[in-house]
């Protein structure tokens, strides 16, 4: 082969630039095509293959701590995923193995820790509804680092949310004995003790985790967890309303403008992020729209 | 010392044109790229993945360095033939491997001080970037010095790494097999707690104790790194920092003097 340009065998650069560019093109057209010919399959369901804390610790060798950042952000992301697409029906059973392994490789993984408690106790859709996993995740947390009271007051925080508010206030006094603690404990145990799972001890316990969280993605459920309390007593003040139209007229209101005609609203009635309230006219029941950042609504619900 | 000088010298030009520069440069770009997209992924946790990713990376590199340079001191001369040319200069056998240990070692330090300086240069510009809540939220500064201990560690680590790789390729002509036994050994190294708890999970006592021999006898690579303590601001006592400083140094201290007698004794004829 002999080269045509006569330098030597050697391609032009402009030559050279001008083919890479030109190949580039077709690269990229053909991944257009492609995508848009053929249909991309669903994605398979994810898989663990490593599910054992203790090879993956080893199999990590001096490098833990970056495999654990890697499971971390493989878990927020399989967790953001169902989220982001609003899957009702997804059952997060990956959030507490991918949470294990993760701080397995970093015992020292705060967040992972607090991620896990709030999202694993949740109940569906938000969340797996496997409060046991969670203390379970605590439990270790617990053991790695048992000068954090952030930890006991997450257990305390699991047996709230399932109502049971004796134990979610013995946690809470445990926290506020851990040295360094903070200082609203011990009224968050006794409030939780008193009038727990009312919406006062709810706002109470969310303003409370805004307050001393620096993290911020617990700071952003913290302030959604607010908005949707204050949605959750607009709903009861609402439906409060519909009952007593129900009374008048025998009949629940058909919608909100029969109800701002009739002088029992102001305005057709918004919840905490601007959208419209639903209201069921059958029975009068009130929710929010799957279209509002309010949906859904925590089942785990306060009185 | 003036022939260990120039030996070292060599070594260390040569590692250069060896184009071991380069990795420090993916090295950094990786960093800078991998800190832009990792903070849109990480739920707030970008500050501590960029300094796990950084420490990581460093450790990586080095080791990659320090077992396919170092196992290229001896060995790649051995199979180029080219030791026949030094062994007939007035270069005594004690100096070629002392000269030829430190100039590597010398190179990873380089390496390494450049890869810290773009570490550094990176965490400075997040913590830039983090506002004032975010940093008080994070356990440690993002320039914090005290992952200058990380480093360190991970530095004699290498050195030792080096030592190993060193020591391989004196009585191993084959390039391959000296960075098998070396990787085997780093692996092995990783591996002193299994070592130290063998006679739990077996019934041999002879198998329990020589697990426990392996595990004093075995360069203890797993006691370097305090890579995640740092990260997480955790303290680290000076007398565990002093004790595993001066494990390295003996221990690479007798591999080079091993490396030495090994080599002395060896007929290349």
């Known amino acids: 082969m002999t080269s045509s340009s006569g330098s030597g065998g050697r391609l032009p650069a402009a030559r050279g630039a001008a083919a890479i560019f030109l190949l580039i093109g077709v690269i990229v057209t053909l991944q257009v095509v492609r995508e848009h010919r053929f249909a991309s399959a669903e994605p398979a369901a994810q898989v663990l293959y490593l599910s054992s804390p203790a090879v993956l610790t080893r199999a990590a060798l001096s490098f833990d701590a970056i495999v654990a950042d890697a499971y971390w952000i493989r878990a927020i992301q399989y967790y953001g995923r169902a989220r982001l697409l609003r899957n009702v029906n997804a059952r997060y059973d990956l959030l507490f193995p991918l949470l294990d392994l993760t701080t397995a490789l970093d015992p020292q993984f705060t967040v992972a820790y607090r991620f896990g408690a709030f999202f694993l106790s949740e109940r569906a859709p938000g969340g797996a509804g496997r409060p046991d996993l969670a203390i379970r995740l605590l439990e270790k947390a617990m053991a790695a680092r048992p000068d954090r009271w952030e930890y006991p007051h997450d257990v305390g925080f699991v047996y709230y949310r399932q109502g049971d508010y004796v134990k979610a206030a013995e946690w809470f006094t445990r926290a506020a004995q851990v040295p360094g603690a903070t200082n609203w404990l011990i009224p968050l145990a006794a409030v939780t003790l008193a009038t727990g799972g009312d919406i006062r001890s709810s706002r109470l316990l969310w303003n409370n985790i805004l307050s001393s969280s620096e993290e911020p993605w617990l700071r952003r459920t913290a302030e959604q967890r607010l908005r949707q309390l204050d949605t959750v007593e607009m709903i009861q003040q609402l439906e409060q309303v519909t009952a007593d139209y129900e009374r008048r007229h025998g009949r629940p209101p058909a919608d909100w403008e029969e109800l701002v005609g009739d002088g029992s609203l102001r305005g057709i009635p918004r919840d905490a992020a601007g959208h419209q309230f639903v209201l069921n006219p059958w029975w009068g029941a009130v929710t929010v729209t799957e279209d509002s950042p309010m949906w859904p609504l925590p089942a785990d619900n306060p009185r | ?269």
């Open chain 2, 1 to 269: 010392m003036r022939a260990i000088g120039l030996v070292a010298l060599h070594v260390f030009r040569d590692s250069v044109r060896d184009k071991v520069l380069y990795a420090v440069v993916a090295f950094a770009v990786l960093l800078i790229g991998a800190s832009y997209l990792i903070s849109q992924l990480t739920a707030g946790q970008d500050l501590k993945i960029i300094k796990d990713l950084g420490l990581a990376a460093m450790s990586l590199f080095g080791l990659f360095i320090a077992v396919f340079i170092g196992i290229g001191l001896i060995a790649k001369e051995i199979e180029r033939r080219s030791i026949y040319a030094v062994l007939v200069k007035p270069v005594r056998r004690h100096e070629f491997i002392i000269g030829k240990y430190l100039g590597l070692v010398g190179t990873l330090a380089v390496n390494l001080g450049v890869m810290s300086v773009a570490y550094y240069a990176v965490l400075a510009y997040v913590g830039q970037t983090m506002s004032e809540s975010a940093l008080q939220a994070v356990p440690a500064p993002p320039a914090d010095p005290r992952l200058l201990v990380a480093i360190a560690l991970i530095g004699l680590e290498l050195a030792l790494v080096t030592a190993v790789a060193l020591f391989c390729s004196t009585f191993s002509s084959n390039a391959l097999t000296s960075a098998g036994l070396t990787v085997g050994l780093y692996i092995a190294g990783q591996f002193g707690a299994d070592l130290k708890n063998f006679e739990q999970v077996i019934e041999s006592p002879v198998a329990g104790a020589v697990g426990r021999g392996l595990y004093y006898l075995l360069p203890n690579f797993a006691a370097f790194d305090v890579k995640a303590q740092v990260v997480h601001g955790l303290p680290i006592e000076s007398g565990y920092l002093a004790v595993t400083a001066a494990y390295g140094l003996a221990y690479v201290t007798v591999l080079v003097v091993a490396s030495v007698m090994v080599f002395s004794r060896r007929d290349f004829k």
